[in-house]
C-alpha cells in the first residue's frame, strides 16, 4: 500500500508568504458609484425640488382653497376648477390660443422647414451667414423683441405713418382689433421661426450623405431628394418641434402683455389664459383662483399634446 506523505513546511527565513490581494465585493462597489452619483445630482435635484416641485405643490394647495372677506380662507376641494371652466373669460382665453395654434403651427412649420431644406441645399458661405442671420431673432430677449415690435406697430411713434404718408394713405392699425391675431402671428413666428429651423437643418445633417447619391443614380432630382428622402427622415424633429409649439402656443403671455399699453383696448386682461391667471392673481389678489387657472391650463396643454402623441404614435408618421 502507497502511502502519501504531506510535507508542510514553513516559510525560509527572511522571506513573506504570499497573500492574495483582497477583493472588494460588486455589491459594494455598486453602492460606492450609486452613493457618487447621488452626491453629483444632488445640486440639481436641490435645485429642481426647491423652484419647480415645491412652488408648485404650493400653488395645487392655493387652488384648493377659496378666500373671502366674510367667510375667510375656507378649504373647497376643486370648487375653483369647476369655476374656471365655467368662466367666460377663461374659456374664451382658451378658444384664442387653440385658434392661434392652429393657424400659427402649420405656418410656422411649413416656413422652418422650407428655410431649412434651401439652406441644406446651399453648400457656399452664404449658407452659414443665412442660419445666423435667421436664428438671431430667437437669441434675442422675447420682452426686447416684443418691444421692438411695439415700437414698429404703434401708430402714435411707430415708422408706418412715414411710410404711408407720402402715398397719401391711412397706416393699418396692427394693433385694431382687425389686424391683433396677425400682428401676434408675425411676432412670434420672426423670433421662433429661427430655432426650428436650427432644430430641422441639424437633423438634415445627419443624414448619410450616400442616400443622396444612390437616388442621384436613378434619377431622382433635388425637388424628389428633398420630399422623399429629406422630410420622412426628419420626422422625429418635426414632431418634437410641434410639441415644443403646442405648449408655447398654449401658454401665450409675453408679447401680447407687453403689447397691450399701446393696444388701446383690443388686448383685453383675459386676452389668454395666462394673462387671466396674472391679472387675477397681482391685479385682484385672488391667487387662490388664479392657482386653479394656471393648473387648468396645464390639464389642457397636457390632454392636447398626449392626444397628438397618442395620434402620431398610432400613425407611425404624419408624412407617410
Known sequence: MAVTTRIVGSAPPGSHAFKAPKRVGIGARQRRHGRMGWLFIAPFAVVFVTFLVAPLAYAFYLSLFTKGLATGTRFTFFAQYAKAF????????????????????????????????????????????????????????????????????????????????????????????????????????????????????????????????????DGANAWQIALRIKIPLVTNALLLILVFALIGTLQFFSEPQILRPIANGTITPGFTPNMYAYTQAFSYAQFNYASAISFSLGFVVFVCVYIFLFLTRKRGSFLQ
Do not use: C
Open 86 to 217: 365655467r368662466d367666460p373669460q377663461f374659456l374664451e382665453g382658451v378658444w384664442f390660443v387653440v385658434r392661434f395654434s392652429l393657424t400659427l403651427i402649420p405656418l410656422q412649420m411649413a416656413l422652418s422647414l422650407t428655410v431649412a431644406l434651401i439652406l441644406d441645399a446651399i453648400t457656399t458661405r452664404f449658407s452659414r451667414i443665412a442660419r445666423l442671420m435667421i436664428f438671431l431673432p430667437y437669441a434675442i430677449p422675447g420682452v426686447i423683441g416684443a418691444l421692438m415690435w411695439g415700437f414698429l406697430y404703434s401708430p402714435n411713434f411707430g415708422p408706418l405713418d412715414q411710410i404711408f404718408a407720402p402715398f397719401g394713405a391711412d397706416a393699418p392699425e396692427m394693433l385694431g382689433s382687425g389686424l391683433i391675431f396677425q400682428s401676434l402671428m408675425n411676432v412670434v413666428v420672426w423670433q421662433w421661426a429661427g430655432y426650428y429651423m436650427i432644430i430641422i437643418y441639424a437633423a438634415l445633417q445627419g443624414i448619410d450623405p450616400s442616400l443622396y447619391e444612390a437616388a442621384r443614380l
